[in-house]
């Protein structure tokens, strides 16, 4: 499934390829196989791009967008190779592709702390730290209580977005209900999102229009003029329109 807004943000997203690739650096080359193998990954494509209209939206430093983009989507890409790692190969000390494959993964989530550094935005780790915690329990749930793929979503990936609305308005120094209201946002816009990768179409809605209805309350009150957020919904509930129409010459 392809979105417009990707292509209208193009050069944005090149620059958040770019911090993604620095992010891996030495290993860039050893991750080859890996990388192809998820390279097909949808939200690996459209969440960072969704990241950049959550900082985009609030007037954010273009710069600060970037990075933040970026971070989210080595964390996210870390996620995945961690999820490479099955119950059956647990306690497999010398199968070396495991361990090389663990090794990996933690040294991405040490490289994004380096880069909150860098980007000057260590006062959002907490929001990362319980990021990670609710993609754990969404991982128990989904390996050892065969969770419904929904509830995966609300404890995975959909937290991501959440916390990349969270702290895109922590930076920019909102006040706390603005803050709450905007991640409710995130969440809600990554649930559609989330919900439209994975062919659940008929489930999006609901979270399409909770969407539009915190983001008008939240620009009401905060009165940002940017469109991109707006957009964005609309291009969804348009893809929903066109795939739950009738096709034509049906009753």
């Known amino acids: 499934m392809n979105f417009a807004f990707t292509s209208v943000w193009a050069e944005e997203i090149k620059e958040v390829d770019t911090i993604y690739q620095q992010s891996l650096q030495i290993w860039w080359d050893e991750l080859y196989s890996l990388r ?20 985009k939206y609030l007037d954010s430093d273009h710069r600060l967008s970037i990075d933040m ?8 890409f870390a996620n995945l190779i961690h999820n490479q790692i099955k119950d059956e190969e647990e306690g497999q000390k010398n199968d070396q ?9 933690d040294y991405i989530f040490g490289r ?5 550094l860098k980007i000057g935005a260590v006062q959002v780790l907490d929001n990362l730290a ?3 915690c609710r993609i754990n329990e969404g991982l128990v749930m989904q390996y050892q209580l065969a969770a419904e ?25 909102l006040d ?8 409710q ?18 489930q999006v809605l609901p979270y399409i229009e909770t969407s539009f209805a915190l983001l008008n309350k939240f620009n009401n009150s905060q009165g940002f003029k940017n469109n991109c957020l707006y957009d964005l919904l609309q291009e969804m509930a348009n893809k929903i329109k066109m795939i739950t129409m009738p096709a034509a010459g049906c009753p």
């Open 112 to 116: 994004v702390l380096k880069l909150l």
């Open 69 to 76: 983009a970026g971070l989210f989507k080595t964390l996210y």
């Open 97 to 105: 592709q495991l361990q090389f494959t663990i090794l990996i993964g």
């Open 36 to 55: 192809e193998r998820l390279h097909e990954d949808r939200s690996l494509q459209l969440m960072p791009a969704v990241v950049v209209l959550a900082y």
């Open 149 to 173: 793929k929904l509830e995966v979503i609300k404890r995975g990936n959909a937290v991501i977005y959440e916390t990349a609305f969270l702290t895109a308005a922590r930076l920019k120094m």
């Open 185 to 202: 946002l995130g969440f809600n816009i990554g649930m559609a999102m989330e919900l439209l990768i994975t062919g659940n179409t008929f």
């Open 130 to 132: 319980w990021m990670m």
């Open 176 to 183: 706390h209900k603005a803050i709450e209201l905007y991640g």
